[in-house]
């Protein structure tokens, strides 16, 4: 009986000593500064949950909307443009055999579109046969991704300042590409324009078509916004230093 009573006064104790708090002079684990990195490799407002502002959409907000006050007197901010979504669409009927699309065509395009834009895209099945391109009902023709919100904006960060770039001989973006609704349209002949693509590892090269969609807006409004968030359009020609002889393209 002594020997229980005396494990029994052990054992309230040792709970008694768990349940005291920490002495002051203690380790503690070292905080993370707000915007370094932590040991786990994320940022203090990554690991916090705190929602960091694409600094192009930061811009859109300040800079871009006061530009258009001033040059376009638009005064209340709901008559300003609104960037809504971007849609980046890659054919792949023109690889089909059979009414089939290869395995490696598929799985090329689907790795380098959720790649490139962070969300895997949609395999589109084409709506008419059409005997001229071999086409018929039901085959895989397109990969289609919408984008929105923050991955729009990075989206279109990373094509303005990593993309156009990389892109051989470029002079710049043709700015006829806009519709009746101010939204633009263009289009890349290779993928490899991305730094997060290995052109070592594709088993073919291919485009995308690129779609900027806006709202309340008019091709001159989204040509400007665009231009004010650095979108490297074609530079008019200019006239007086041109050459004698020499015949302007239209």
Same mark, same amino acid.
């Given at each position: 009986?002594?020997?229980?009573?005396?494990?029994? %006064?052990?054992? +309230?104790?040792? %709970?008694?000593?768990?349940?005291?708090?920490?002495a002051?002079?203690?380790? !503690?684990?070292?905080?993370?500064?707000?915007?370094?990195?932590s040991p786990?490799?994320e940022?203090?407002?990554?690991?916090?949950g705190?929602?960091? #502002?694409?600094?192009?959409? *930061?811009?859109?907000?300040?800079?871009?909307a006061?530009?258009?006050?001033?040059k376009?007197?638009?005064?209340n901010p709901?008559?300003?443009?609104k960037? $809504?979504k =971007?849609?980046?669409?890659v054919?792949?009927?023109?690889?089909?055999?059979?009414?089939?699309l290869?395995?490696?065509v598929?799985? $090329?395009?689907?790795?380098?579109?959720?790649? @490139? *834009? +962070?969300?895997?895209?949609?395999?589109?099945? /084409?709506? !008419?046969? @059409?005997?001229? &391109?071999?086409?018929?009902e039901?085959?895989?023709?397109?990969?289609?991704? $919408?984008?929105?919100?923050?991955?729009?904006?990075?989206?279109?960060?990373r094509v303005i300042?990593?993309?156009?770039?990389?892109?051989?001989? &470029?002079?710049?973006?043709?700015? $006829?590409?806009?519709?009746?609704?101010?939204?633009?349209?263009?289009?890349?002949?290779?993928?490899? @324009?991305?730094p997060? =693509?290995?052109?070592? #590892?594709?088993? &073919?090269?291919?485009?995308m078509? =690129?779609?900027?969609?806006? #709202?309340?807006?008019t091709?001159?409004? /989204? !040509?400007f916004?665009?231009?004010?968030l650095?979108?490297?359009?074609? !530079?008019?020609?200019?006239k007086?230093?041109?050459?004698? +002889?020499?015949?302007?393209?239209?």
């Amino acid at each position: 009986m002594a020997s229980e009573k005396d494990s029994k %006064n052990t054992q +309230g104790a040792a %709970n008694k000593d768990a349940k005291k708090p920490a002495a002051s002079g203690a380790a !503690k684990p070292p905080k993370t500064p707000k915007g370094k990195a932590s040991p786990m490799g994320e940022t203090a407002d990554e690991a916090s949950g705190v929602r960091v #502002e694409p600094r192009l959409q *930061t811009r859109f907000k300040g800079e871009v909307a006061k530009a258009l006050g001033e040059k376009f007197g638009l005064k209340n901010p709901m008559q300003h443009p609104k960037l $809504t979504k =971007i849609v980046v669409n890659v054919n792949m009927g023109r690889h089909l055999e059979s009414n089939k699309l290869p395995a490696n065509v598929k799985t $090329t395009v689907i790795d380098t579109v959720t790649r @490139v *834009t +962070g969300q895997k895209p949609v395999v589109v099945l /084409s709506r !008419k046969s @059409v005997s001229n &391109f071999k086409l018929r009902e039901g085959a895989e023709s397109s990969a289609v991704v $919408t984008l929105r919100r923050d991955r729009m904006w990075h989206f279109l960060d990373r094509v303005i300042n990593l993309a156009c770039p990389r892109i051989k001989d &470029f002079r710049g973006l043709k700015a $006829t590409g806009f519709d009746r609704q101010g939204n633009y349209a263009f289009g890349l002949t290779e993928q490899g @324009v991305f730094p997060e =693509i290995n052109m070592a #590892e594709v088993t &073919f090269t291919h485009g995308m078509n =690129i779609n900027v969609c806006f #709202e309340r807006s008019t091709p001159e409004l /989204s !040509k400007f916004v665009l231009a004010e968030l650095g979108m490297p359009f074609v !530079k008019p020609e200019d006239k007086k230093n041109a050459r004698p +002889g020499a015949t302007s393209s239209k």
